[in-house]
């Protein structure tokens, strides 16, 4: 098998099936797994107290809201950084 050599500068890829894939999106496809698979398997129901009221709520949906609300945090900080 003939190993492609890549400019100096490009990001570092793995071939999967015959694709060029990105360490980087391999490693988010892992850890969005991860997460997933952690979030199925938290079912049970906790309470959770706010400023004001307590709610009683499935945890596998609070766990669902932090990660999208850690996703969104991090795409916008990731967002502003790349900008000049």
Known sequence: M????????????VTVKGRDMRLRTIGFLVLAALAIWFIAANTGSVTIRLWVSTVTLPLWSVLTVTLLVGFALGMYIAHRRARP
Do not use: D, L, V, Y
């Open 2 to 13: 003939a190993r492609k050599e890549s400019p100096p500068h490009a990001p570092s890829t």
